[in-house]
């Protein structure tokens, strides 16, 4: 049974940084992509960021250069470091992977103000 369990949201303001986790469990991790999505509220659903088994990552072009996605296979654990955070940056961040479907965390809020 995979569980995915984010951390590390919380109130900041513009400028400011967070790092967010997200601990994976019942997969083989390191054989994972791993995905960071985003959703605010009255938006559809949005991805932030990917980082391959190899650790290859791919951005959205609106976290570009202030985002940083990245994974420790031993901790089966993903991280994304945001930085300059801005108040659209605001919504519940997901991280997602794909075994027998799509597999998605409860989400952690992150909240930027102005």
């Known amino acids: 049974q995979v569980q995915l369990v984010e951390s590390g949201g919380g109130l900041v303001q513009a400028g400011g940084s967070l790092r967010l986790s997200c601990a994976a469990s019942?997969?083989?991790?390191?054989?994972?992509?791993m995905h960071w999505y985003r959703q605010a509220p009255g938006k559809q659903r949005e991805l932030v960021a990917t980082?391959?088994?190899?650790?290859?990552?791919n951005y959205a072009d609106f976290v570009k250069g202030r985002f940083t996605i990245s994974r420790d296979n031993a901790k089966n654990t993903v991280y994304l470091q945001m930085n300059s955070l801005k108040p659209e940056d605001t919504a519940v961040y997901y991280c997602?992977?794909?075994?027998?479907?799509?597999?998605w965390g409860q989400g952690t809020q992150v909240t930027v103000s102005s």
């Open positions: 997602m992977l794909t075994h027998f479907g799509d597999n």
């Open positions: 980082i391959t088994t190899s650790s290859v990552t």
């Open positions: 019942g997969i083989i991790f390191s054989l994972k992509t």
